[in-house]
């Protein structure tokens, strides 16, 4: 106990920077660990806090990748184009998963076309995990790809039943080229590939993984939103 109260009367004397030097000293360890623990937690806070949350969720399918830049430019035209928040959290917002993934019997032979097959186990496996479990609702998929995916039984909802209606412009049933419509013609969607199809899958129910129905209404109003956009300016100054 003498020990401890020499201890604390020879710090008591020391200056405000002697006691600042001592305690650096003796536990400085335990500063830089408490510093690392509290901005570790800061960056999580400041990253759930910037985190979006969706309105729309697209899957682009397709040899040709879509570059980086160009992504950003993409899903903010699909966010103007969007009639209002459908989720309800103060902003329009949409994303895209890409997946590349050549068609089975592609009908040409292109430098992305064969970069595409060298990959073709781990775009098919990733292919099949977001059309099972994954969050897209909305697909924009490769036009030979498209006519594969379109055979298969409940998977793509038919246009009417969304629609209520089947565009003079549309490729069939189920889907319609995104370069024939005005929202690719007068927004920078235009850098996708001018041959992706655009259409949609049917709400997952008694599956592993459901979908939230307030998350696929949303992203089936984006899917109309896209499909019914017109241009008003044009039309405006004719």
Request: proline content about 3%.
């Amino acid at each position: 106990m003498d020990d401890i109260k020499r201890a604390r009367e020879s710090f008591s004397k020391l200056s405000f920077t002697g006691k600042l030097e001592h305690i650096w000293y003796y536990y400085k360890w335990f500063i830089l660990l408490g510093l690392a623990v509290v901005i570790f937690f800061l960056t999580c806070l400041t990253q759930c806090a910037n985190r979006k949350n969706y309105d729309a969720t697209f899957m682009y399918v397709g040899p040709q990748s879509i570059s980086s830049n160009y992504i950003g430019v993409v899903t903010d035209s699909v966010a103007d184009i969007m009639s209002e928040d459908y989720n309800g959290d103060g902003y329009k917002a949409a994303t895209i998963i890409e997946v590349n993934l050549a068609p089975d019997n592609p009908s040409t032979d292109t430098e992305k076309l064969n970069k595409a097959m060298q990959y073709q186990t781990r775009g098919r496996e990733r292919f099949y995990i977001e059309r099972t479990t994954g969050t897209s609702v909305i697909y924009l998929v490769d036009e030979e790809i498209y006519y594969q995916l379109s055979k298969e039984d409940f998977l793509l909802v038919p246009l009417e039943e969304v629609l209520g209606f089947v565009p003079e412009n549309a490729l069939d049933e189920k889907g319609i080229r995104i370069s024939d419509l005005d929202c690719y013609k007068y927004t920078d969607i235009c850098y996708l590939p001018a041959d992706t199809v655009l259409c949609i899958r049917h709400k997952r129910e008694g599956s592993m993984k459901d979908d939230n129905e307030k998350i696929y209404q949303a992203n089936v109003d984006t899917f109309i939103d896209l499909i019914t956009w017109e241009n008003t300016e044009e039309s405006e100054n004719e």
